[in-house]
């Protein structure tokens, strides 16, 4: 039996980011990860500008692009900037990172512990040694990702999810690259990811719409059109959470994927899960802290699941509408910054 004033499940951005800075104030807070290693996950692998390039330290940043390449079958478009647009990181090294961060600040992280049962104050889990511990706890924070145990112990159901498949290839790769081809992914798009001495390459779509095994289908058509040669069995699929109901509630509290923060239209997700995360932190710290930070991501966030419903139940407008949007880009009537989560 271990006592806790906060129990925080999923060892990822948003649950180590709301961990340390829970810590960092004096709280006592247990960590626990379902996987015996923090930080892998299937994962693009990219961070923007405007939202956390200026944020991580050097030495986790592989590759810096100020320009991206973007495809449709009808136009071909770079936009470019002075600064990185986005930067590419491992997400494997990131996480190690933000788990220093969090053992510094004082979080006891239990890797390899999957909860087992729930129930009020108190959670129950199974270790990969095969022991089982019972943690109590005055608040619970799930953080464990779109399939959430937490979520699911608050009654939430999930209706809107995203797929991406992805691989990573080796190669040098010199662009970033971003294909939206409506006949092939709907309102999802194809990528080109590179990182040090390899690419992350892959594709997102709407589950509504999409199965895991028509979009490998495909990404593996569009692949070979690019003349890239993928091997499918390394292709790793991840569910994207765009169903947001909030992050307050009677039981407990909910950030990043498990809250459903991720981008619907993009699959964007490490700066909502670590915007999340701190905000979650401010408001069990102090109870009257309004999180002015919050509000802005769930404005954006609702934009972008908008677009999204509406490009997938509009099938025959899809394409019209990508084909749009890269115009208006061209022109700069949108600016490339307004399809990030970051503000």
């Not at 470019?80 to 590419?88: C, R, V, Y």
């Not at 089982?132 to 159901?157: K, P, Q």
Request: hydrophobic fraction near 45%; charged fraction near 20%.
């Amino acid at each position: 039996m271990e006592q806790t004033e906060i129990l925080v499940v999923g060892g990822g951005p948003g649950g180590l980011a709301c961990a340390t800075m829970l810590a960092q104030n004096g709280a006592r807070v247990v960590l626990a990860e379902r996987k015996p290693v923090v930080g892998p996950k299937v994962c693009a692998g990219g961070i923007t500008w405007h939202g956390l390039i200026k944020h991580v330290p050097p030495s986790l940043i592989e590759r810096e692009f100020p320009e991206q390449l973007i495809v449709t079958p009808r136009q071909r478009l770079v936009v470019a900037e002075k600064n990185p647009i986005i930067a590419t990181i491992n997400r494997q090294r990131l996480g190690e990172w933000m788990a220093g961060q969090a053992a510094e600040a004082g979080v006891t992280l239990l890797s390899g512990a999957r909860v087992a049962e729930l129930a009020a104050n108190r959670a129950t889990m199974e270790r990969d040694n095969g022991q089982r511990l019972t943690v109590t706890f005055e608040h619970l924070v799930g953080a464990d990702g779109s399939n959430s145990v937490v979520r699911r112990f608050l009654g939430l159901s999930t209706t809107a999810m995203g797929l991406g498949l992805n691989c990573m290839a080796p190669g040098a790769h010199p662009r970033m690259e971003w294909h939206l081809d409506a006949p092939l992914f709907g309102s999802g798009y194809a990528w080109i990811f590179p990182h040090c001495e390899v690419a992350s390459i892959g594709a997102y779509g709407d589950c509504r719409h999409f199965t895991a095994q028509r979009l490998k289908q495909r990404l593996l058509l569009w692949a070979d059109r690019q003349g890239l040669r993928l091997d499918a069995q390394t292709l790793r699929a991840g569910l994207v959470n765009f169903d947001y109901r909030g992050v307050r509630f009677a039981q407990g509290w909910l950030v990043g994927d498990a809250a459903g923060l991720a981008s619907g239209l993009t699959g964007e997700g490490i700066y909502p899960a670590l915007v999340s995360g701190q905000a979650v932190a401010r408001m069990i710290l102090d109870p009257r802290y309004s999180a002015p930070e919050l509000k802005t991501l769930a404005h954006k966030h609702c934009r972008h699941s908008r677009v999204a419903t509406f490009a997938g139940n509009a099938p025959r407008l899809c394409g019209p509408l990508m084909e749009a949007l890269v115009l208006f880009l061209r022109m700069k009537i949108i600016d490339f910054h307004s399809l990030e989560m970051a503000d």
